[in-house]
């Protein structure tokens, strides 16, 4: 069982769209962070939150932190086929993070 | 400054025989970690080392040992292969900043026959 559900699963928009990613959990986690992942790379990490109502911009990205810090969700304003990838959210303690399954978004030119 | 690399990039196993995945990183990092990637689930820890000279068990450790070799280099190991060791393998290490950035290795594809 996962301990944080992301949906949807794939999502597949046109350039220029906006699109939702959401990543809930019925535990709670004293800070959150979403990575994006390239075909054949590693994750990188996009930002983490750690403030319940906690709301962080990053260019065309918005990441919004649940108020009871259970939840999260990733918004891309005027998508763009470099948005292209695999993300993840994740959550943890002092040493240890629980992925999400992820959430392959393809934005086609 | 090379941060996170790993050795080899592709593997192909039969199901009995053993091999050691190698990671090292040049950040001066004190946490390391080993995850497996599969489709559908997301990252799942098999093993960390929270510290040079302590190793700890992760989510999925059954089938796999790990060395803290120094502080640089954590290796995998798979004692004896099985096709459900066919995955995605990444090492990532933190150093316990501010926002806790786990930084990830370019991954081993090992395919177990």
């Known amino acids: 069982t996962q301990l944080l559900e992301q949906s949807p699963q794939f999502l597949s928009i046109q350039e220029g769209e906006n699109l939702t990613v959401y990543c809930n959990s019925s535990?709670?986690?004293?800070?959150l962070q979403w990575y994006r992942q390239e075909p054949g790379e590693g994750p990188v990490l996009l930002v983490t939150v750690v403030t319940g109502g906690e709301v962080k911009k990053l260019k065309r990205l918005t990441f919004q932190f649940g108020d009871a810090r259970k939840d999260s969700s990733l918004h891309i304003t005027a998508a763009q086929p470099g948005d292209t990838g695999l993300y993840l959210c994740?959550?943890?303690?002092?040493?240890?993070?629980?992925f999400g399954a992820g959430t392959t978004v393809t934005v086609r030119a | 400054n090379a941060g996170v690399t790993q050795t080899p990039k592709f593997q192909v196993l039969k199901t009995g025989q053993s091999m050691t995945l190698q990671c090292a990183q040049d950040?001066?990092?004190?946490?390391m970690y080993w995850y497996r990637q599969d489709p559908g689930m997301g990252l799942r820890l098999i093993y960390y080392s929270a510290s040079e000279g302590t190793t700890d068990k992760g989510e999925v450790p059954n089938g796999y040992n790990v060395s803290r070799l120094n502080k640089r280099e954590f290796s995998l190991r798979l004692e004896s292969a099985a096709p459900s060791q066919t995955s995605v393998y990444f090492c990532a290490a933190t150093g316990r900043t501010e926002d806790n950035e786990q930084f990830f290795g370019p991954g081993t594809r090992l395919t177990v026959l």
């Open positions: 535990s709670v986690f004293s800070s």
């Open positions: 994740a959550g943890g303690g002092d040493y240890k993070l629980s």
């Open positions: 950040m001066n990092h004190n946490s």
